[in-house]
């Protein structure tokens, strides 16, 4: 029979999968390669360490049968470490940011793990920071192994004796560029020492959200203010002690913009399912390829998945939120979704056959100035208020009349995938717009709704 004694058998030995399309298109002759760490059985690169820590624990008699394991994470160190717990009969107490997203959170308790939540604004060396609430909950916790990975020695540990070698293998000597991200320093820092030592020459980037202090570190030696980022996962507010900048050649500051952006292009033109910390590296990883010739080798690392992010920037509704989501992929259904004019979040409109008084009735009611006629879901004509109150000043026995008398001709109707330039141009000449899909009038876009999107 063929099998693997347990999950962590399957950590590591990830595949290198060449990028294609991408490479095309930002006509890059340099080869390209995604180590695929989303491929573990937790989906990130942080199963090594969790192993890698835990072994350590176990050998040095600090973790023994029945204890609590105790972390600080942003989500994968902690499922990570909740893999090793689950298969060895450890117990796990996890503290987390409310930045973190709640797919990292759910997953965790779903693998057993006990969350502690800290404001992400808490500043490190304040008793509400997650760190310190971590080494609290440590040292108040009987038979507890509190890892600290952005210290610990096991960390680097394990990218230089696994991934670090899976590379060199894997590329057969011929890799002159490595790029990941900068978080606890233990991915870079690891694999980076092993490739300096095959090959000296091979260039070791950095690639790290603006708002990180290691850029600056490197360069100046100061430590800078940080400054909020919304990736998660990587990047520092102070130095850690893994984070060996003497390692990485160059640092190279990465946009939310950028990042985001280009983990959701992995997906849809590379078929690469990622996390935001993944579009932060293979940005890095592409200003880097465009200086270099075909003879180039550049392996990025791939963090974890996109499944932890479902709700975060691999949704459309959550990257308009933060004015993040790209033009093209604005659209007419998208703006009817999350639109937030305050009105009632159902279609308002009349019937024909609805008095013009009882039409005017719901305007001021629902705070609307204009409504679409609807009979058997389909759009018949239109009323504006304030050509509704010029006839009646003309005739007020209008006010029992039907809606049929006086409304004005349809708003225009539109699809729910239409574009953000189409909807301008038609929203230029109308006050607003019907969404029809499948054949009903199902929502109505107004100009305030588009000017919303900058707001």
Known sequence: MKYYDDILALIGKTPLVRINNLTKQHKIKAKVFAKMESLNPGYSVKDRIGVSM????????????????VEAT??????????????????????????VSVEKNRYLKALGADIVVCPAAAKPGT????????????????????????????????????????????????????????????TISGTGRYLK?????????????YGSIFKVYKESGQVPEPTPYLVEGIGQALPTGNADLNIIDEIINITDRESFDLARQLGRKEGIFCGGSTG???AGALKVAKELDENAVVVFIVCDTGEHYLTKFHS?????????LEPQRISAGLILETKNSGAPTELLFVS?????????????????????????????????????????????????SPVAKIMDESFPVIEPDANLTDIKKKLQKAPALLIEDFKRITGIITRSDVLDLNR
């Open 54 to 69: 835990v072994d350590w624990a176990e050998k040095e008699g600090v973790l023994k049968k029945g204890g609590t394991i």
């Open 74 to 99: 942003s989500g994968n160190t902690g499922i990570g470490l909740a893999l090793v717990a689950a298969a060895r009969g450890y117990r796990c107490i996890f503290v987390l940011t409310d930045k």
């Open 127 to 186: 008793p509400d920071h997650y760190v310190a609430t971590a080494k609290r909950i440590a040292e108040e916790t009987p038979n507890s192994f509190y890892p600290d990975q952005y210290n610990h020695p096991a960390n680097p540990a394990a990218h230089y004796r696994t991934t670090g070698p899976e590379i060199w293998e894997d590329t057969e000597g011929k890799i002159t560029h490595f790029v990941a991200s900068i978080g606890t320093g233990g």
């Open 197 to 209: 030592e095959m090959n000296p020459s091979i260039r070791v980037i950095g690639a790290d959200p």
């Open 280 to 282: 932060t590296i293979f």
């Open 316 to 324: 459309d509704e959550w990257m308009k939120e933060k004015l993040l």
């Open 352 to 400: 024909p056959s609805d008095t013009v008084a009882a039409a005017l009735e719901k305007m001021n009611e629902c705070g609307v100035t204009q409504l679409p006629v609807l009979e058997d879901h389909h759009s018949v004509g239109s009323l504006r208020e304030s050509r509704v109150l010029t006839k009646l000043l003309q005739d007020r026995d209008l006010l029992e």
